[in-house]
């Protein structure tokens, strides 16, 4: 006898050996390759882990961990319960099909292919069961986890206190809890269908369907049941989306507006009630069904509720809106247009413009601006938009910095008098850095602001600055401490390595250029709380990975102090820190309590008002001056509120939230699931208070709405007759873009003082042929002063006020104020004589204004030489009011021409100009130099009106003297003009040896933290 370890051949048995992997073909894995696969393993999830623990750092070091924390936990929670929801259902289904699967006995002359695929399966079974539903669950918990803002504020939603016109409810249920149910309901739809696929999947490989060879189908009592189980559980999730359809229908923007019209009212809605009781019912007899094996009344219903939904959700509205609504459209509708007028008015926060009817003239008199000072006394002259290249070539000093395209326009107190101001930041110049080492380490910031007056120009018409130099210095941080440094900007580098120990510590960035008798740039090391440090290896080794370099892990210039600096531009780091909300295209910079900070509007937004129409974002905020690119302002959106203020400090990068609009709802709400991110009103000081503007993008929103809702009537604003359009932008050189919204001081004909104010125009929309008359119907102005108290906004910061101008005065619009500029005889000869010798004229902003009873255009004009360093300078000013324009050297002079000889305005221009003044490197008073220049031009007018009389007269003799004195007078405009803008006659700019003009620099700097 042997016993169990004996083999049959009666020798003992030899214990087997485990088996070692092998590969599919049947070869052996070897270690190195199961080595190396579990090393690659390792280092995909430590990346993947460290963007995590980065992230983490960079949040708690600003502060805003709960956001991160709270946003993640959120998706995570709902990832697990949507991932649930799909998955057990999915399973049980297929289980249950398996389960319930008919056994049939052994046919051995029948060749069953199912019993084939059946075998195939059984091995795997177990794992198909499980990982079908756990793969379909995890990308449909993915897509839910991505509306974590829309459950986060349902379960958080404040009350609007209003109610909406067609079901008096509270609007916070069409904002807040219809978007939650919709997103639900269609979740569980797709649970019922997916699991009801498969499950008769299931039932069909294991018998419980089966196809006939003669064409028929058979189904099982198991089938029959589960089908009739999902098809009930369908139908009861059809009958809710049916019942919140009729709710969905004031949303609609399908109809001639927006919102439940007369169809909808009388047809749709009730449909919709009629279609959920159907399914309702419908799904009682599936149940029924399902347990009693009677199906012809269900299989009925079912029909019905097919023919019901085609008759009572398409034919009857359809009939109802042919037959009823569209011969008496007007009357029948009226009720409804009346809401969508009030309701679309109240989601963009136009329900409380002043209106007021401005009987505009177009004859201009004597003294006409003589009660217009507030106003003219503020005219910009200045073109943030052209002037880049004069504040780099003034105040650049390096070729590491940089200034921005566009500048910014804000408003400064100065002896006692708010003062427009064009400002920009000085920031370093990325593109300058060849080396790791002078990208991260050498080159990190910036070096203060720079501001100009506005109204004015200084001599040469160059900018007259009121703050700038390095180290800084100027009228706007007079006896205050400043630190000028600009680490966080919009042209900052992707990350710097900053930061050293108090002793023993070299300093190795690039401060500043040297001043006096120094050579040598100074060097500078950080001093603040910007960043994660990365003064331990394992942190230097997250971000390696994070940026991809090894010079970061391996630097020796990274120290145990060290933090990195990243995700540094403003609307960058309010995007992070606050999601959930939809930030302004632009961030401007502001001198607020001695330091540089970055203001950044922020919106609340929704596209679920009800009655609201909506608006395309980036097609409402586009215009001449904005870069697609760069827009943040997308998607459809019917509600808007510039609920929040950000502030984003310069130097260490720090952001502070504003609640600005404490009776928004959805901020209110947001509040709730971040409690810690907002600071209240009360928090902000008097210097941010006075930066505060009105947001850009929002205004171009509210103007796009008003081109339409300007009309209060249901019956004009039905006829559309009265319809306005944003004017083109007549100085773009491209066609078809709007012109932008201007910030300037203004006093409007309702105010009794002038005010910091956006202001854009309207004129009429284009007829069905396409043709469009340029003459102005509306002027448009938001007040964007803020106010000066502490925690306090003033009462009328947001006031928009809309001039409408008569109809049958044909006062010229933008457009055709520009060509009556480019038209005019006088205008282009002197303008083709500043062409001359290859300089270039450019056409600045064309302002447009309400004063002196009419509307009055100033457009600055600058002219620039072709040299490479060269500049543009304002050289002329155009103006017009009606159909007269001025031309001169000067705004003042400008005007005079237009009204009679005496405007009876007062301008700022002249404030900063003295007769003393003298342009680079020139003994010769600069205001001398300047009417050599205007006088050169008229006579060099004066030879060409000569020799065009010489030649029609055919004197040629007296023609070749003309002639000699044009080309004279020319040569003697061309002097004057490089004397004035400080260069040579060939256009180029003199630089002294630090790579700045040689203008003077302004006075000493105040003390500060600067040094």
């Known amino acids: 006898m042997s016993n169990g370890s004996d083999s049959p051949f009666g020798g003992p048995q030899r214990p087997r050996e485990p088996q070692r992997p092998s590969s599919p073909s049947g070869k052996k894995v070897s270690p190195l390759t199961l080595t190396i696969f579990a090393v690659v393993i390792l280092v995909a999830v430590f990346v993947f882990l460290s963007n995590f623990y980065a992230d983490i750092l960079w949040f708690n070091q600003l502060g805003f961990s709960q956001v991160y924390w709270t946003e993640r936990i959120a998706k995570l929670v709902i990832f697990l319960i949507a991932l649930v929801l799909m998955a ?187 279609l959920a009781i159907i399914a309702i019912l419908i799904a009682i007899t599936f149940a029924i069904a399902a347990f009693t094996g009677r199906w012809r009344i269900p299989l009925i219903g079912t029909a019905m509720l097919v023919v019901t939904m085609i008759v009572v959700s398409g034919v009857y509205p359809f009939l109802v809106q042919q037959y009823q609504v569209v011969p008496s459209q007007r009357e029948l509708e009226r009720d409804y247009i009346d809401r969508n007028i009030e309701m679309t008015r109240l989601a963009y926060g136009l329900d409380d413009v002043e209106v007021t009817d401005y009987d505009a003239k177009i004859s201009t008199e004597k003294n006409a601006l003589a009660e217009e000072t507030a106003t003219t006394a503020n005219i910009r002259l200045l073109d943030p938009n052209l002037v880049s290249t004069a504040f780099a070539q003034l105040q650049q000093f390096r070729g590491y910095y940089t200034f921005p395209k566009n500048l910014n326009v804000d408003r400064y107190e100065i002896d006692g008098k708010v003062e427009d101001t064009v400002i920009a930041a000085r920031e370093v110049n990325v593109d300058q850095s060849d080396t790791w080492v002078n990208q991260h380490i050498n080159y990190t910031h910036g070096y203060g602001l720079v501001a100009a007056y506005g109204n004015r120009v200084a001599a040469g018409g160059r900018p007259d600055f009121m703050l700038g130099g390095i180290p800084t ?119 607020v309590d001695g330091r540089v900070q970055w203001i950044v509007d922020a919106y609340t937004t929704s596209n679920d008002f009800p009655y609201a129409q909506q608006k395309q974002l980036d097609s409402a905020v586009t215009d001449s001056l904005t870069n697609a690119q760069d827009l943040s302002m997308t998607g459809r959106v019917n509600y808007i509120r510039n609920s929040v203020k950000a502030t984003v400090d310069a130097y260490d990068g720090s952001v502070k939230l504003y609640a600005w609009d404490t009776e928004d709802p959805i901020l209110k709400s947001w509040q709730k699931v971040f409690p810690s991110s907002y600071k209240p009103l009360s928090d902000m000081s008097a210097d941010l208070i006075e930066h505060v503007r009105y947001p850009e993008d929002m205004f171009k929103v509210q103007r796009e709405v008003l ?47 002038a005010s910091f104010s956006l202001t854009s125009t309207f004129i009429p929309a284009a007829a069905s042929n396409g043709q469009q008359r340029n003459v102005l119907f509306g002027f448009l102005s ?230």
Do not use: C
């Open 88 to 274: 057990v259902p999915m399973w049980f289904s297929m289980r249950s099909a398996y389960k319930h699967r008919p056994v049939y006995a052994p046919n051995a002359n029948q060749t069953d292919s199912m019993s084939r695929y059946q075998s195939q399966l059984e091995p795997i079974r177990r794992f198909l069961m499980v990982g079908i539903p756990l793969v379909v669950g995890i990308f449909a918990a993915v897509a839910v986890a991505g509306q974590w803002q829309t459950v986060l504020l349902f379960f958080n939603q404040t009350p609007f206190g209003s109610n909406d016109p067609q079901f008096n409810m509270d609007l916070s249920f069409f904002i807040f809890s219809l978007p939650f149910i919709a997103l639900i309901i269609g979740f569980l739809v797709s649970v019922v269908l997916l699991s009801g696929v498969a499950g008769l999947l299931t039932h069909y490989l294991y018998g419980g369907i089966r196809v006939e060879e003669r064409g028929g189908i058979t189904v099982g009592k198991a089938a029959r049941v589960h089908t009739a189980i999902v098809v009930a559980v369908f139908l009861v999730l059809q009958a809710v989306n049916f019942w919140i359809g009729q709710y969905e229908t004031l949303t609609d923007q399908s109809g001639r507006v927006a919102g439940a019209l007369y169809k909808d009212v009388h047809a749709v809605i009730p449909a919709q009630m009629i």
């Open 473 to 591: 210095s100027g009228d706007l941080i007079t006896d205050k401490e400043y630190e000028p440094r600009i680490y966080f900007g919009e042209n900052s580098p992707e990350y710097s390595v900053v930061g050293g120990p108090d002793e023993g510590w070299t300093d190795q960035e690039l401060d500043r250029p040297g001043t006096g008798g120094e050579n040598q740039d100074t060097r500078y090391t950080f001093t603040g709380n910007g960043g994660p440090n990365v003064g331990n290896m394992f942190n230097r080794l997250v971000y390696a990975l994070k940026f991809a370099s090894t010079d970061l892990l391996l630097s020796q210039q990274v120290n145990s102090e060290s933090q990195i600096l990243y995700d540094r531009d403003p609307r960058d780091r309010v995007s992070k820190v606050a999601p959930y909300l939809t930030l302004d295209s632009s961030a401007y910079p502001a001198i």
């Open 707 to 753: 081109t339409t809702y300007h009309v209060d009537n249901p019956d004009a604003f039905y006829e559309a007759n009265d319809a306005w359009a944003v004017p083109d932008d007549p100085t773009s050189s491209t066609a078809g873009v709007k012109q932008p919204p201007y910030f300037m001081s203004l006093k409007m004909p309702t105010q009794d003082e």
């Open 782 to 1011: 938001a007040s964007a002063d803020a106010g000066s108290e502490a925690g306090v906004k003033s009462e009328d910061y947001g006031k928009l006020r809309l001039l409408e101008l008569p109809r049958d005065t044909a006062v010229p619009g933008p457009g055709q104020a520009q060509q009556n500029f480019d038209t005019n005889t006088r205008v282009t000869q002197e303008l083709n004589l500043l062409r001359q010798g290859a300089s270039q004229v450019k056409n600045g902003n064309l302002l447009s204004l309400p004063v002196g009873g009419g509307i009055l255009y100033v457009q600055p004009v600058y002219v620039q030489s072709s040299g490479q360093t060269s500049y543009p300078t304002l050289r002329k000013v155009l103006v017009s009011f009606g159909d007269q324009v001025g031309f001169a050297d000067t705004l003042a002079e400008a005007l005079d021409e237009v009204f009679g000889g005496n405007s009876g305005a007062v301008t700022g221009e002249t404030e900063g100009v003295s007769p003393d003044d003298t342009s680079d490197g020139d003994k010769t008073p600069a205001q001398s130099n300047e009417q050599k220049l205007s006088t050169a031009l008229s006579d060099a007018n004066a030879a060409i009106k000569k020799g065009q009389e010489a030649l029609a007269n055919n004197d040629f003799a007296a023609y070749g003297e003309a002639q000699k004195q044009l080309q004279s007078a020319l040569d003697r405009a061309m002097e004057a003009d490089a004397a004035i803008n400080g260069t040579t006659v060939d256009g180029e700019v003199k630089l002294d040896e630090n790579g700045a003009t040689e203008s003077p620099q302004p006075s000493a700097p105040s003390e500060g933290t600067e040094g």
